[in-house]
Structures are given as structure tokens and as C-alpha cells.
């Protein structure tokens, strides 16, 4: 709770500091942010048994300023609010946890894949592992409609690009797994 606490207070602290200053970085590892940090560290160590910690929320505002999204999506992050539901299991076996809390669904996602291209000489061997894929897609979800982009990667390997709709996280993990269970898929992204 505490440090949650802390993590909260430096997030408030970087966004007033960007906002005042009206530059588009902030080093958090400035000597007087560190300072400033210990000394909050210090007294909410020192009040800990005078009052209990409670649960703040923090909205950011960036009032149009040139905020990065990198930067919003660590405060969030920080802040907890990627993090799974109560009661859910997060460790390490867990998976799509993150794309599940950054996307809302159904949404349109697209499945990148490379994969080697067989030993043919007609020029075919792509097209083959292209087939291939929207075959797998088409045993996950069905008669979905699928947009799909064969490019070939040099002679040795294609890239098969396929946008469609999902409904889950769960959904893209699975379709993930099984293109990755495919015996020419090299890459998965």
C-alpha cells in the first residue's frame, strides 16, 4: 500500500513538473526529484503508524500539453491501471493481460506472421504459407471476414499480414498459439 502510495505520488509529481515547465521529458532521476522523493519516502515512514494509508486516484490532465504516450502509458502503468482485476491470477504463465486492459472489444486487430517459404520454383512457395494461415484462421473464427497481405521477405521467407475482428484478449492468445504451433512460422507479432 505505501509504496502504491509513493508510485501515485511521483506520477503527480512528474506530471506538475512537465506541465510547469512546458518541455516534453522529465528526468525522474534528477538529484532534487530523488531528494524530494526520500524526503516524501521519509515522513510517509514516519506517519505510518499515526494514520492509515487509504486509496487515492489519480486523473491525469495533460491540459493539450505535448505529453508523450510513452510517458502516459508508464504513469498509468504506475498507477495501476493496466493492472488485471482483483481475484484474477498475474504471474508469469499468465498471457494477454496487457493488450487485454490497453484494448476495448470487439475491435479490429491485425495478426502479422513470417514464415519460411517452401522449396518451390514457381514463385508459389508464398502464396502456399499465406494459404496456410488464413486456413488457421479460418478454423478459429470461422467464415469472419479477413483482410489479408502476402509480401514476400526476399526468397527465403513471406510475411502474411490478416486484420479482422475479435472479441477477446483469450481470442488473439489462441489465434497467436496456433499460428506459432505452425511448422514454417519463424515470427509472430
Known amino acids: 500500500m505505501l509504496r502504491q502510495s509513493l508510485l501515485e505520488r511521483f506520477a503527480v509529481i512528474c506530471i506538475v513538473a512537465i506541465q510547469a515547465s512546458n518541455v516534453s521529458s522529465f528526468n525522474a532521476f534528477n538529484p532534487r526529484t530523488i531528494r524530494y522523493m526520500s524526503r516524501l519516502s521519509e515522513s510517509s515512514s514516519s506517519e505510518e503508524g499515526d494514520e492509515p494509508v487509504t486509496m487515492s486516484k489519480v486523473k491525469i490532465d495533460d491540459g493539450g500539453s505535448d505529453l508523450t504516450d510513452r510517458f502516459k502509458y508508464k504513469v498509468h502503468a504506475l498507477m495501476g491501471t493496466y493492472d488485471p482485476p482483483a481475484g484474477s491470477t498475474d504471474d508469469e504463465n499468465q498471457t494477454a493481460n496487457i493488450i487485454g486492459a490497453l484494448l476495448e472489444f470487439p475491435t479490429e486487430y491485425t ?79
Open 111 to 189: 495478426f502479422t506472421v513470417v514464415g519460411k517459404a517452401s522449396n518451390e520454383v514457381d514463385g508459389t512457395a508464398g502464396d502456399a504459407y499465406a494459404t496456410d494461415v488464413k486456413y488457421v484462421m479460418t478454423s478459429i473464427l470461422g467464415n469472419a471476414k479477413m483482410e489479408t497481405r502476402s509480401v514476400p521477405r526476399g526468397k527465403k521467407f513471406t510475411r502474411v499480414s490478416v486484420k479482422v475482428m475479435v472479441e477477446s484478449a483469450a481470442m488473439i492468445q489462441s489465434i497467436y498459439d496456433e499460428l506459432g504451433a505452425m511448422e514454417l512460422t519463424v515470427m509472430k507479432y
